[in-house]
């Protein structure tokens, strides 16, 4: 993947995707939160506080010993992380000029004091940074994290910190009736026909719209033809609802909309004629949440809005279940993506495995696409959430 390719990723670590800057050694001039909004940092000349200079970002105050500062994260999904970025936008004779990332995973919701305990691994070592820039950094680990560690040397102040990555949720909470369309339980936008004016990636976001800017908006089509998105699913799934939501987009909603799916295990997403109808082109209303039964059909992999002629979206809700073989399947690659000490844990707690049994059942990884992992282990994992 190229480096203009990451762009397209989801920020794993945003706030928009429920992230959490959950721990902070230092936030005397400016608050850790600041590091994962979704919009850019903001900055007025005018603006003081009793502390001094207000900054959009996160900022520590002056060392005067040796050592370093650090902030943990709390990605809002986990997944495997292929850039970071590290924004010191704004800050210009205070930022610092080194950082690092780590990375660890664990499973359920810990408190940053256990966090303190965990096994962290280098994704970026201690790097330089230029200041008022973003500071990219590619990440060649294609393990999945639920954590990262910001680290900067000596002190400073950092605007923003992004993880960009493809998500890869936990599979056992994938069983029964899901939002196969969202980005938290890992659908991702492959093809876009026009996001002149926002990112398509935002009508898979969790919860409800915060206002226009944070949906879907193309350019005003002057040609013939009509605007589209095509999803990637979380798996290959029997849908059952359909929302196709328009909230905020008062003057500017589509005309009309229909969305097709296809199983593109089987047939090639360059076939029109193998995509079928899921939703029939119907007329759609201004700042309106649309509800859909969706066709009875075969399941399928991914599924192409298109609007008519071209217009913005809020959200898009694509509700249904994943067949048990592409369950089954996303547990195997998921045990395969995870730091061996979390895949032994998961493995000794979720299928009753001694620790020497799991140890040595990750030692033989990958799983996907062969019969290491036995069959009734998988079905534990597969049949539901594990304890720990």
Same mark, same amino acid.
């Given at each position: 993947?190229?480096?203009?390719?990451?762009?397209?990723?989801?920020?794993?670590?945003?706030?928009?995707?429920?992230?959490?800057?959950?721990?902070?050694?230092?936030?005397?001039?400016?608050?850790?939160?600041?590091?994962?909004?979704?919009?850019?940092?903001?900055?007025?000349?005018?603006?003081?506080?009793?502390?001094?200079?207000?900054?959009?970002?996160?900022? $520590?105050?002056? +060392?005067?010993?040796?050592?370093? %500062?650090?902030?943990?994260? !709390? &990605?809002? =999904?986990? /997944?495997?992380?292929?850039?970071?970025?590290?924004?010191?936008?704004?800050?210009?004779?205070?930022?610092?000029?080194?950082?690092?990332?780590?990375?660890?995973?664990?499973?359920?919701?810990?408190?940053?004091?256990?966090?303190?305990?965990?096994?962290?691994?280098?994704?970026?070592?201690?790097?330089?940074?230029?200041?008022?820039?973003?500071?990219?950094?590619?990440?060649?680990?294609?393990?999945?994290? $639920?954590?990262? +560690?910001?680290?900067?040397?000596? %002190?400073?102040?950092?605007? !923003? &910190?992004? =993880?960009? /990555?493809?998500?890869?949720?936990?599979?056992?909470?994938?069983?029964?009736?899901?939002?196969?369309?969202?980005?938290?339980?890992?659908?991702?936008?492959?093809?876009?026909?026009?996001?002149?004016?926002?990112?398509?990636?935002?009508?898979?976001?969790?919860?409800?719209?915060?206002?226009?800017?944070?949906?879907?908006?193309?350019?005003?089509?002057?040609?013939?033809?009509?605007?589209?998105?095509?999803?990637?699913?979380?798996?290959?799934?029997?849908?059952?609802?359909?929302?196709?939501?328009?909230s905020y987009f008062? /003057?500017?909603?589509?005309g009309w909309a229909?969305?097709?799916?296809?199983?593109?295990?089987?047939?090639?997403?360059?076939?029109?004629?193998?995509?079928?109808?899921?939703?029939?082109?119907?007329?759609?209303?201004?700042?309106?949440?649309?509800?859909?039964?969706?066709?009875?059909?075969?399941?399928?992999?991914?599924?192409?809005?298109?609007?008519?002629p071209d217009g913005?979206?809020?959200?898009?809700?694509?509700?249904?279940?994943?067949?048990?073989?592409?369950?089954?399947?996303?547990?195997?690659?998921?045990?395969?993506?995870?730091?061996?000490?979390?895949?032994?844990?998961?493995?000794?707690?979720?299928?009753?495995?001694?620790?020497?049994?799991?140890?040595?059942?990750?030692?033989?990884?990958?799983?996907?696409?062969?019969?290491?992992?036995?069959?009734?282990?998988?079905?534990?994992?597969?049949?539901?959430?594990?304890?720990?």
């Amino acid at each position: 993947m190229t480096p203009q390719d990451f762009t397209r990723l989801p920020d794993l670590a945003s706030r928009a995707l429920a992230g959490s800057v959950v721990y902070a050694n230092d936030e005397l001039f400016a608050e850790r939160e600041n590091l994962i909004k979704p919009g850019p940092a903001v900055f007025s000349t005018e603006d003081f506080g009793h502390k001094g200079k207000v900054y959009d970002g996160w900022e $520590t105050r002056r +060392r005067r010993e040796d050592g370093y %500062d650090y902030a943990i994260v !709390r &990605l809002g =999904v986990p /997944g495997v992380v292929h850039e970071v970025v590290i924004d010191t936008a704004w800050f210009k004779g205070n930022y610092p000029p080194f950082a690092s990332i780590e990375a660890t995973s664990v499973d359920g919701a810990v408190s940053p004091q256990d966090l303190e305990a965990a096994s962290w691994e280098t994704l970026v070592p201690k790097s330089a940074l230029k200041g008022d820039t973003e500071n990219p950094f590619d990440v060649s680990d294609r393990r999945r994290w $639920t954590h990262v +560690r910001l680290t900067i040397y000596p %002190d400073g102040g950092v605007a !923003r &910190l992004r =993880v960009r /990555g493809e998500p890869v949720p936990d599979p056992r909470f994938l069983d029964g009736t899901i939002d196969l369309a969202a980005a938290e339980n890992g659908a991702d936008v492959v093809d876009c026909s026009n996001m002149f004016y926002s990112s398509p990636a935002q009508i898979l976001q969790p919860g409800r719209a915060a206002s226009m800017g944070d949906g879907w908006e193309n350019a005003r089509r002057r040609e013939p033809g009509n605007d589209h998105v095509t999803v990637r699913l979380a798996g290959l799934g029997r849908i059952r609802r359909v929302e196709i939501d328009t909230s905020y987009f008062v /003057g500017n909603a589509p005309g009309w909309a229909s969305l097709r799916g296809i199983d593109a295990t089987s047939n090639d997403l360059a076939d029109d004629g193998a995509w079928t109808d899921i939703v029939a082109r119907t007329r759609l209303q201004p700042d309106t949440r649309h509800f859909f039964h969706a066709a009875d059909t075969a399941a399928v992999t991914h599924v192409r809005l298109d609007v008519f002629p071209d217009g913005g979206l809020a959200r898009l809700r694509v509700h249904g279940e994943l067949l048990a073989d592409a369950h089954r399947s996303a547990v195997t690659r998921w045990l395969d993506l995870l730091p061996a000490g979390h895949a032994v844990q998961v493995l000794a707690a979720g299928a009753d495995l001694a620790a020497a049994a799991a140890t040595d059942l990750v030692s033989r990884r990958p799983f996907t696409g062969s019969t290491t992992l036995p069959s009734d282990v998988l079905d534990r994992l597969a049949g539901g959430p594990a304890l720990g």
